[in-house]
């Protein structure tokens, strides 16, 4: 998966209103993520860990909010 695969799964959660949607965009995101980071194609740069840290934190708030 590259870099942009993740930020695009990712992006779909942070724009998702529909609150019924929401814990499945969380779950694709997190799975994206989780497959990036499992990955040896490309490794990942310090400006991506430090995105892929940040957009971990946003879902796990967007969890929280959802519940």
Do not use: C
């Amino acid at each position: 998966m590259a870099d942009t695969e993740w930020r695009d799964v990712y992006k779909e959660a942070l724009l998702e209103v529909d609150p019924i949607k929401l814990p499945q965009r969380v779950k694709a995101a997190h799975r994206a993520i989780r497959e990036r980071l499992t990955e040896n194609d490309e490794p990942l740069s310090k400006r991506e860990f430090d995105d892929i840290d940040g957009a971990l934190r946003i879902l796990q708030f967007l969890t929280r909010e959802a519940a």
